[in-house]
């Protein structure tokens, strides 16, 4: 089957780690976009997540969607993660790894799980909530806890650190990679990362702090 084909291929591995993380990133967007309204008003926020589950179909197909790219991404990744130590431990290595050797790049696995654990109690505490409260008045109890939002606060950290290198790697793999455009993408590569901490890991401040005490 092509896809058992693609899995045992060493760049079929690497285009299913950059594609499911391109597609990843792309969901980052909408859902920092979509927490952006947190800051507006609880009702601005409200009225945006009532809006997306009045379409509860197209709500499952994308929840489901976002769990395969999850477990492929992670399973490819560990397995990957697997296969170079392998490589490294072997007596037999007498060449030296090109690729870009950064606290990044080295640290990818650990970040990567460090974020795995993040979305397990994410998940379990916002899309699992009780139905009869409302979201925003979740979002608000549960960032309120200094802990709660510390721990979030460590996993964007985490993620920007996990991204930052994750993001580069996807554009080598899709040959995104000239001269001419190296500055633009080295910036790209922080800039997108940083973005997201500023959104996401501001939105946990704004309750850590007590700023969001009235919401
Ligand atoms: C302070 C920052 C964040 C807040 C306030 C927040 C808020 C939420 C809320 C309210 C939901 C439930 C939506 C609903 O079912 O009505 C949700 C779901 C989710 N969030 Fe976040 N989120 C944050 C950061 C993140 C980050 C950084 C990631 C990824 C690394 C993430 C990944 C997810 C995923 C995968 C879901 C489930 C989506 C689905 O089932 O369709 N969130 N988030």
Partial sequence: MWFVRLLSSSIGKKLIMATSGLLLVLFLMTHAAGNATIFMSSDVFQGYADELHSHPLIVLIFSISLLVLVLCHVAVGLYLFWENRQVSTSRYIITKRVVKNSFASE?????????????????????????????????????????????????????????SHGFWSMLQTFGI???????????????????????????????????????
């Fill in 107 to 163: 640290t990818m696995p650990y970040t990567g799980l460090v974020v795995l654990l993040f979305l397990s109690v994410h998940i379990f505490g916002f899309t699992f909530s009780p139905k009869h409260v409302d979201i925003s008045v979740t979002v608000k109890n549960l960032l309120s806890n200094f802990f709660y939002s510390l721990f979030y606060v460590i996993a964007f950290i985490a993620l920007t650190i996990h991204l």
């Fill in 177 to 215: 990679n000239h001269p001419r455009y190296n500055t633009l993408i080295s910036r790209l590569t922080l800039g997108i990362p940083l973005f997201f901490l500023l959104i996401f890991g501001g939105v946990a401040l704004y309750f850590m702090t007590g700023l969001g005490a009235n919401y």
